[in-house]
């Protein structure tokens, strides 16, 4: 509207309505001057939002805020620029051989300026003599046209491609027609052979055009601030705990977040065993991705069920892919882990916490809440062995007392004990001798007792399979024409005086097997009570 105003003026001017336009234009100006701080106080509000917003998030901000200072400072510096080339003009025009020459600064106001119509001296300053040919220099059209451009330049250099496509400054430098419709170039159309009155209007519109072009960069420069930021609509409550087990002695603590999500975009969640974000974000996966049925997503919330098989800690992780605002993918990686452990039921038979000596004898321990590789177990009074959950404890040759202690490492990396308990110390039982077929007391044939070549020992109904011992001596008491006959051996077989003895036993006999001497588990030499009694038949 301003620069419609301006050439209808102008156009006044060639047919020769001089005093009536001139003062048109001194009107028309301090419109445009008065619009041009309207424009600066909003401009110089764009800026301390920038600074506040800065103060909020200096990194998001900081680019911007320096882009939008350097907008500020061109501006600022190219304003300068035209309202002292009017003012050199003025002054000029006025007869002066500078501005330090003129007395007041009301005098540079140009309802002040008495050579309003002048022409000459204006063309003289900023085109020269020769129409064809403008001069260069300070002052003159071709500079002023020169900052501009370079004015223009700078802005568009501080913008993104997508926002120069829609920025304009406003500044056509194209060639303008004369009053006979000649085109001009721009340089003469605006300045040459035109009145003070109407050039300095015309800086003081460039201004104004400077201070739109300013206000719109420092728009779509604010605009770049959130354009990335993203839409919710849903607020919610999360309560993000370090533990959802805690023991007593331990803390429990939490993080409490409002977590904000919207519901009308789904993400996208990608999970598996671990992730790898090695080089650019482009190349980001997850290692041993895990079958995407397993994976719902519903209201803007992803959710992932996964049922372990086996206990222990289990690393899980992945990606969190949403769309932002201008169309790409973004993807926010996550680590997470959890404990599978087996249901926490405990029964425990009090009076039978025993563990035999001479046995590697099996251990289970386990923790609520606490995966097996986060266990330290040790004993007191034996040795232990094992890991992760299994051990072998295996009793000292003396003592009646083993301690089996347990302690945790805690998420912070601290150990905390979750107490000892007793096991008594037992030997294994001694075994049940048997020869001929018979246990304790028995009838035997002679076909059966001359079968026999052995004493054997079993052990009947023991906890623990595979638990041997070795007869290294008994006696054996036999009769010949009614006398005693007592033999000994060395180890679990008959010797040849026993089996001599065996065949002359006949119907009515007895024989006996007694001091039986075995060798368990533990290494010690141990006599059974007892025998085996025989009566042949």
């Known amino acids: 509207m301003i620069g419609m105003m301006y050439l209808v003026l102008l156009a006044l001017l060639a047919m020769n309505v001089s005093r009536e336009v001139l003062n048109a234009f001194v009107v028309l100006n301090t419109a445009i001057e008065k619009n041009n701080e309207t424009i600066e106080g909003k401009n110089q509000e764009t800026l301390a939002e920038f600074e506040k917003q800065y103060s909020i998030n200096q990194k998001k901000v900081g680019p911007y805020l320096e882009k939008a200072r350097v907008i500020m400072s061109a501006s600022k510096e190219l304003d300068t620029y035209l309202e002292d080339l009017k003012r050199h003009l003025i002054a000029k025009t006025e007869g002066k051989e500078s501005v330090e020459e003129v007395e007041h600064d009301s005098l540079f106001e140009l309802a002040n300026v008495g050579a309003k119509d002048n022409y000459d001296v204006p063309t003289t300053i900023m085109i020269g003599s020769n129409e064809a040919d403008p001069k260069d220099g300070p002052w003159t059209a071709k500079e002023v046209r020169q900052k501009l451009e370079e004015f223009e330049a700078k802005l568009y250099s501080q913008l993104n491609e997508e926002d120069q496509e829609n920025f304009d400054a406003g500044f056509n430098f194209g060639d303008i027609k004369n009053a006979d419709g000649k085109a001009e170039r721009w340089e003469i159309g605006t300045f040459y052979h035109v009145p003070l009155a109407a050039i300095v209007t015309n800086l003081t519109r460039y201004q104004a055009e400077v201070k739109s072009a300013q206000a719109e960069a420092l728009g779509l420069l604010f605009g770049e601030i959130s354009a990335e930021d993203f839409k919710f609509d849903t607020l919610d409550v999360k309560v993000l705990a370090n533990s959802n087990y805690v023991v007593l002695g331990d ?287």
């Open 251 to 537: 803390s429990f603590k939490a993080d409490v977040i409002v977590a904000a999500y919207s519901t009308t975009q789904n993400p996208e969640l990608i999970v598996g065993s671990d992730i790898d974000t090695s080089g650019s974000e482009s190349n980001w996966q997850v290692v041993g991705p895990v079958d995407t049925a397993r994976v719902k997503v519903s209201n803007g919330v992803a959710s992932y069920g996964y049922k372990p098989t086996s206990e222990g800690e289990v690393n899980w992780g992945g990606f969190i892919v949403i769309k932002t605002p201008n169309g790409e993918d973004k993807k926010y990686p996550f680590k997470h882990s959890f404990i599978a452990a087996k249901p926490a039921l405990v029964v425990s038979p009090t009076a039978m916490n025993v563990f035999y000596r001479g046995l590697q004898n099996p251990l289970e321990v386990s923790v609520s809440g606490f995966s097996s590789n986060q266990l330290s177990v040790s004993a007191r009074g034996a040795t232990l062995s094992g890991s992760n959950g299994s051990y072998q404890v295996s009793p000292g040759k003396e003592g009646r007392e083993v301690s089996i202690s347990v302690s945790v490492r805690m998420k912070d990396g601290s150990s905390r004990s979750m107490g000892e308990t007793k096991f008594r110390v037992k030997n294994v039982p001694l075994p049940t001798p048997k020869f001929a077929g018979v246990k304790g007391t028995g009838k035997v044939t002679t076909a059966q007792l001359k079968a026999a070549d052995r004493v054997f020992v079993e052990l009947e109904d023991f906890l623990f399979d595979g638990v041997r011992y070795k007869v290294v001596g008994f006696d054996m008491l036999g009769f010949n024409r009614g006398d005693p006959v007592p033999l000994s051996a060395k180890n679990d077989r008959l010797t040849n005086a026993m089996k001599n003895l065996i065949g002359v036993q006949r119907r009515g006999s007895r024989m006996f097997i007694e001091n039986i001497f075995v060798v368990g588990p533990d290494g010690r030499r141990r006599k059974i009570p007892g025998g085996v009694n025989l009566e042949i038949i």
